[in-house]
């Protein structure tokens, strides 16, 4: 990289330390290795990034190397194999740990301010713009030339 | 009119949230716990001293106890422990352990030498019970009342002031109506 400009070799460096992060990250915590059957272990990777490792709060469970983490995980495993649902497996879950152990929690009447607070700001936005907008096209345009009239 | 209320209203807003948000005295980590008014999760454990005998919460159903969850890996533990003791010396109300993570020889030194506030200590080899109790660190302390529901629980090395304001009224009141 000796040829590279200092900026270009600094994109190439952040651009090779992400592209290299998932990699280190998914080596790092699973110890039991896959599940044998795919679908399982796609069902398993897709509850084990929902669930929020409650040590480190904005980890999930599938990222994080703490111990309460791999206790989760494997009770995940255990109740994948034993032909659980999605749904008991979160209930389960929510259970002892509260809504807040999922990241998408379910749009329930608790919830719905989460879900729906994106598009309330978006609508303030929107009103806020029109408001403005209707207001400077009562205004006079002052670069009129005077003499026109 | 509304030039005047809308940034009024957004600053009282602002400063509620702040208010709470920021406030020194809030553990952002500490959680609800789901389990509050709903029956303890049960289990049947070895103890951390004798492993011939069981520490089984059918054996305590119809009282009132407290559970505390704790390890010797745990700093806060050590921290909260002369007041677990000074505690189990009012014999208000049995204190049952739950040793989560932990290796016994350890936890055996642990209370041999700090002094033993607990009636029993369960021994959680695995972290299942942890988990059934929504336990996700420690110290974290749990009051049951006679039907063996969760009545309150708490989080953070114990204290004096939460033991005589959080748990004294509530096992009174537990007793008092009868559960």
């Given at each position: 990289m000796r040829f590279l400009r200092p900026t270009l070799k600094l994109a190439a460096l952040l651009l090779s330390s992400v592209l290299s992060f998932p990699v280190l990250a998914a080596g790092s915590v699973d110890v039991y290795g896959e599940l044998e059957n795919p679908a399982l272990q796609a069902r398993y990777e897709h509850i084990t990034e929902d669930l929020r490792c409650l040590v480190c709060q904005n980890e999930s469970i599938a990222d994080s190397n703490v111990e309460l983490a791999a206790d989760l995980r494997r009770q995940v495993r255990e109740m994948l194999i034993a032909g659980k649902s999605d749904d008991a497996i979160f209930k389960f879950m929510t259970d002892r740990y509260g809504e807040f152990v999922r990241f998408n929690p379910p749009l329930t009447p608790k919830t719905w301010l989460i879900w729906g607070a994106p598009f309330i700001m978006v609508a303030v936005g929107a009103v806020i713009i029109i408001r403005v907008a209707r207001q400077r096209a009562r205004l006079p345009l002052d670069d009129e030339p005077a003499s026109e009239t | 009119m509304w030039k005047f209320v809308i940034p009024v209203a957004a600053f009282v807003a602002l400063a509620v949230l702040f208010a709470v948000g920021l406030n020194p005295h809030r553990d952002i980590h500490a959680l609800p716990s789901p389990l509050i008014g709903k029956a303890a999760p049960k289990f049947d454990l070895t103890d951390v001293m004798d492993p011939s005998r069981r520490v089984d919460t059918a054996a305590l159903k119809g009282q009132v106890y407290v559970l505390n969850v704790w390890g010797t890996w745990c700093v806060a533990c050590r921290e909260e422990h002369d007041e677990l003791l000074a505690i189990a010396q009012q014999h208000v109300v049995p204190l049952i352990g739950l040793d989560y993570m932990d290796q016994r020889d350890k936890a055996r030194q642990w209370l041999t030498q700090l002094g033993n506030p607990y009636q029993s200590v369960g021994f959680d080899t695995d972290g299942r019970t942890a988990i059934d109790w929504g336990?996700?660190?420690?110290?974290e302390t749990f009051l049951v009342d006679g039907q063996g529901r969760v009545i309150f629980k708490f989080i953070s090395p114990m204290t004096a002031e939460v033991w005589q304001n959080e748990f004294v009224p509530r096992i009174a009141a537990a007793r008092r109506s009868g559960a």
């Open positions: - | 336990v996700y660190g420690a110290p």
